[in-house]
């Protein structure tokens, strides 16, 4: 059974930058789509698409466009981790983040299309 892992999280100024990891003990990730969601503080649900996704390839990307231009998901082949960078961060971006696993290599976007889940990494933006 594949369970993925998290790590990364933490307190980090506006402005500042953090990289979340998703890994798997034991397995390598390098076949499944992977996808990022969050899950901001005060609400019950996971946001409704991911933040960030790549296929099992790494040949595709996909990012919400409130994350544009301030994230990058990427494989770290070398690790058998993909990782999430994360800069600029804003106070709206603190929210418990979790990875998920498709076995299907093609991108994902919808969290009813991942098999696997991680139990999340807190980051809290603050000053």
């Known amino acids: 059974q594949l369970q993925l892992v998290e790590s990364g999280g933490g307190l980090v100024h506006p402005g500042g930058s953090l990289t979340l990891s998703c890994g798997a003990s034991?397995?390598?990730?390098?076949?499944?789509?992977i996808g990022w969601f969050r899950q901001v503080p005060g609400t019950s649900e996971k946001e409704e698409l991911a933040?960030?996704?790549?296929?099992?390839?790494?040949?595709?990307?996909y990012y919400a466009d409130f994350v544009k231009g301030r994230f990058t998901i990427f494989r770290d082949n070398g690790k058998k981790t993909v990782s999430l960078q994360m800069n600029n961060l804003k106070f709206q971006d603190t929210a418990t983040y979790y990875c998920?696993?498709?076995?299907?290599?093609?991108?994902?976007?919808?969290?009813?299309?991942?098999?696997?889940w991680g139990r999340g990494t807190q980051v809290t933006v603050s000053p």
């Open positions: 034991g397995f390598s990730l390098d076949s499944y789509a």
């Open positions: 933040i960030a996704a790549i296929s099992g390839q790494g040949t595709r990307t």
């Open positions: 998920a696993a498709s076995r299907t290599s093609n991108i994902r976007v919808g969290p009813g299309l991942y098999e696997y």
